[in-house]
């Protein structure tokens, strides 16, 4: 008896691999008696990503990211990418799956070479509006382009040649259920409190206070960091009114949580939990960067946010979603530019004001 298996590639952030994840629970769903095989780089953001995922086997393969100022190291990439395109056309051979599905990262470009070539049918989701460099690349070896933007449609394309038939609109791979949405504020804010281990009861969480929740990412913590601790210098009187729940990023240096506690703030601090849920629903107002499974996930739980997009020398992508999010929840979503948050010290503060006052008169 031959299983029916999947093989599912995603690398380089949460990002990529959450939602594909979600992708090939919900094929299990529909094959109980199946093999899933993933794919992915060896960094600890992608090992601690992938702790205790739901699949049958995890292959690391490594890939450094290429640049075209370290032209030196090109050689050395095409090197390792030749190499997984080999072992990619082997895994092929080996276990004949039904297909292969990539929500992008570099990886996804040997080994979906090698899915086109054993004419194993690829399909490729695209997340953000604007496609990534992956995803763009391997357009016209896909049998099918899911997107979860409609914009996205427009960009599928390689100069004259247009792939946008192949497109496919779905909605964003959620790893939340409606059973999410359900949270005990007063257990939750009892959890939270345990876990600060102070006896201090103004450094406590309590439903009297307004719950600011900060989503920064890995890559666009800093900037919403500093602002934020920018803003609550300015403006002492937030530490009568705020408590704050903050993902502050992997690559922070600052004791984030001794600095609450020095503003007077009641304030949870973490660079990754999986009970992210819960935080979403007990938010009042959340501030953002804004990469696709963040905003729909606010989205998910109908939170009035906050967005600043990353501003990168390379893409454009985070400002296309969250203009694109805007435009569907122009209710919840308030995009600010990060230059304009910048340069005017205030910024922030003014609309975090109003969010909040809405949300009273709410």
């Not at 009114?241 to 600095?259: K, P």
Request: one cysteine or more; a positive charge.
């Amino acid at each position: 008896m031959i299983i029916p298996t999947l093989f599912v590639v995603a690398g380089g952030s949460g990002g990529h691999i959450l939602p594909a994840l979600h992708i090939a629970q919900a094929w299990r769903n529909h094959n109980q008696t199946s093999n899933i095989i993933f794919f992915s780089g060896s960094s600890d953001v992608e090992k601690k990503a992938l702790h205790n995922a739901p699949v049958d086997r995890i292959v690391t393969m490594a890939l450094g990211k290429y640049s075209l100022r370290q032209w030196w190291t090109l050689p050395w990439r095409a090197l390792q990418a030749t190499g997984i395109l080999i072992q990619g056309l082997y895994y092929c051979l080996r276990y004949q799956p039904e297909r292969m599905i990539t929500t992008g990262g570099l990886l996804a470009i040997p080994l979906g070479l090698a899915a086109w070539i054993t004419r194993t049918p690829l399909d490729v989701y695209e997340l953000n509006v604007i496609p990534g460099k992956a995803i763009k690349a391997l357009m016209p070896f896909a049998s099918k382009i899911y997107c979860v933007f409609p914009q996205s449609k427009q960009y599928c394309r390689w100069g004259k040649r247009d792939f946008s038939s192949k497109c496919v609109i779905t909605h964003y791979p959620l790893r939340f259920t409606a059973q999410d949405k359900v949270v005990d504020h007063a257990a939750l804010f009892e959890r939270i409190n345990a876990a600060l281990k102070t006896h201090d009861a103004q450094l406590h969480f309590s439903s009297s206070r307004t719950t600011l929740f900060i989503v920064g990412g890995s890559q666009g913590s800093a900037f919403l960091n500093n602002q934020v601790k920018e803003m609550i210098v300015r403006h002492k009187s937030l530490a009568q009114r705020l408590q704050v729940i903050h993902q502050t990023g992997s690559f922070n240096e600052t004791d984030w949580q001794t600095w609450y506690a020095q503003q007077h703030i009641p304030a949870f601090t973490f660079s990754y939990d999986k009970r992210i849920h819960e935080y979403y629903k007990a938010a009042d107002l959340i501030i953002s960067r804004a990469g696709a499974g963040t905003l729909f996930e606010i989205a998910f739980f109908h939170k009035p946010c906050i967005v600043i997009p990353l501003i990168a020398d390379t893409t454009t992508h985070q400002q296309e979603n969250a203009y694109a999010m805007a435009e569907r929840y122009p209710a919840l979503f308030d995009v600010l530019q990060q230059v304009d948050v910048a340069t005017n010290p205030d910024l922030l503060y003014d609309h975090v004001m109003q969010k909040i006052a809405k949300a009273v008169l709410v």
